[in-house]
Structures are given as C-alpha cells and as structure tokens.
C-alpha cells in the first residue's frame, strides 16, 4: 500500500536547529526523507547526531558525500582556525564569519532538489535562520525565495506544475524561540551538536561562536542545554 | 605577478557544446578555470574528452565527484536503456527525454558557484541550448536567469555587490552554427564526445538521439564530423 503521507525531504545537518526541523515536519504530517552531507567536515560527530536524530523520525536517511574542501576558503572545512569569544557579547556583529563556507546552501539544496524530484516531494525543508548572529547570505528569506523561484524552473515537475516549497520554519526565530518549540516537541537536544570545535571526546568547547549563541539561547528560553561542554 | 586576465569557470561535458563554448571564453581573453563532474556516467569517455579539451587551453583543470546515482531516475546514470532511433526524424519532438538527470545543472551550477566565489571569477560559462531536440528544463534561458538571480544572493561576493554572470553564448545556436563557431575558433571535435552510449572502444553509436542530433548538425553545417562512429 502506498503511503498516504506527503514526502518532504527534511536536511539535517546534526545541530539544534535542523533537528527542531524535523521535528517540525513530522508534527505537520509529513513522512521524512532525511538528507546529510559529508563534505570534509573536520569532525564526524555532526553526522553521528544527524543520523541518530534520523533514525527515531525518518523514514529514509542517506548522507551525500561531496567535497567541498576542494575549494578551500573555510574554517569548517580548511584549516584556518575557528575564532573563539569569552561571551557572546565579544562576537563580532557584521561581516562574514570566516566558517562561511561559499555556496553551502546551494549545494544542499540542490542535492535536497534533485531528490524531491525522484521522490516525487513537493518539500523540502530547511533549517536557515536569518536572526542572531549569522552573516551568511544564504541564510536570507531573500535567497530562499529566488532559490524556490529557481527550483520551480528547473525541474520536470515543477515544468509540469508539481510546485516545489522550501520550508523554512525557523527563519524569524529567536534561538530561544526555537528551544521552547523543539522542547515542546521532545527534541533531544543531548543529540544535537552545534559547537564548530568539539573536543575528541564529542564535548562541546562553549566558545565558539556557535556554542555561545547556543547557550544564550537556552539562558534566554530558561531551560538548561542538556549538551556536554568542556568547561 | 598577477594574472590581468579575467577568470572565468567553464563547465565541461567532454561534448561538442561545451568545447565550443570553452573556445568561446578563450577567444573573449577569459583566463579558463575548467569543471567537470565524475557523476556515475556509465563509460569514462566523456571526462577523457574534458582532460584532453583542458589541457590546451585551461589554466586549471578540475573532476568534482558526485554521485547523482544515488538518486536514480536516468538513463545516462541508471539501468534504463538509451533509446536509439534509425533517424533524427524520429526522435520525439516533445515530453521529457528519458536522460534527463534530475537537477543535473542546478548541482553542476552550483559546485561552480562555489569555485567562482573561491577564485574571485565573476563568469561561469555553461554551454546549455534551447534549441534543437532537448526537452531539459534546466537548459532554458528562464532557468539561466532565475539562476543567476538566486546566485547573486547566494554568495558574499554577491552582497558584496561583485556581481555574477552566467554566459550561455549557445543558448539561442542551432547545432550547425555552434559547428561552424568551433570550427573558426579551431576546435578539435574528434576530442569530443557526444554520444549517450558510446562502444567500449570510444567510438559513437551513431543512432541515440545525442547522435542524430550531432551528425545532423555537421550535415547542415556542411562539414563532416571528424569523430569516429562504429557504423
């Protein structure tokens, strides 16, 4: 029988926020399909959460490999070293982070949108935020709208009518914000890894920018991150 | 010493297409910074054609693997069988051909996104026709545009206001001018593969529709094709 569930592919990137996404999806009804990139990530630890998220909500979970390390110019992906602050007042408010990896988004999307295709899913959903700290350009309901523009253009199915959506549920969400919903949602955020530079044990380093934002965002919500830091 | 010239990603199939538009972005004065993608194609013809188009004249040769196979959906990547046709008058005039490859240029476009940031190269030359028999929605000027509209919000080069542009010199040439084009600029189309089902020593079968489409070019052109064809 076939399934009566709409199909979205749900990308995850094993943080706090694309696992709140999924979370998301599957309280709206949809049947996930889950996508990861391996893309010359320094630590594996994001992979290892995304697919332990994957495997309580996702239907079908598969990691793409792709090499982005090939074109360097990335604290993610290169070795330039990941900035880090005492507190998040310390980080810098303009400018693109030097963790800017060019064309992310693009590239994932793309992924997510050949997928859709085969899968036949009008969905796809992603975890973009465009408030907090970010200053990356792909994070912008800008760039999603002319990427959805785009993907419409692309396809056989969106050239026959089918029209693809990007969610992006969390975009004017507040970290905070974000927390409660994914709490509300059971979200285990103990599986979740946001920090840039995590210890070998899979600890979180708590000062990165991303491990700020972080935590602020639980003080902010009043909950406690139940996350492993180093100190 | 800096180079003063321009520098320009190309992406090349190892087809006659994109050969041509290489020659093209020579001939403007762009310095040549060629992609190709290893994506599962069932023979390897097609990448020895690109090594060998690049070798004269890129500064720089790049194979991006993905693995479009995971996806399924196409005969140039899947089980399907390569429909072959006695004649160009029979190939089908509409409808999606079956070696469309789900969201092919969109991820090809955007791996080149990436190098073009990384490089500080504001074109991309992709040699896409809307002409003749094609019937791949991702290779109409709509498809271009809305392209380059997501692209310019994609990157920090573009909100940095450096704009890009995608060039699409082929888009509006029928098969024989993009022939005669080649020709004038020198163009070695022997080094080009077109072929979707090529015999295990490289020559072309002569009868799938990417065939009949390039011998009807030369035919119109007045020239002859000098690629090797099993019969």
Known sequence: MMSRKKKAVVLLSGGLDSATVMAMAVDEGFEIHAMSFSYGQRHSIELDCAAEQARTCAKEFK?????????????????IEVPKHGSVEELPTDGIPVTYVPARNTIFLSYALAWAEVLGANTIFIGVNALDYSGYPDCRPEFITAYETMANLATVAGVQGQKLTLHTPLIDLTKAEIIKRGLDLGVDYAKTNSCYDPAPDGRACGHCDSCLLRLKGFADAGKKDPRKYVQ
């Open 63 to 79: 990691v793409v490999e792709i090499d982005l390390r090939a074109f360097g110019g990335s604290a993610l992906t290169d070795e």
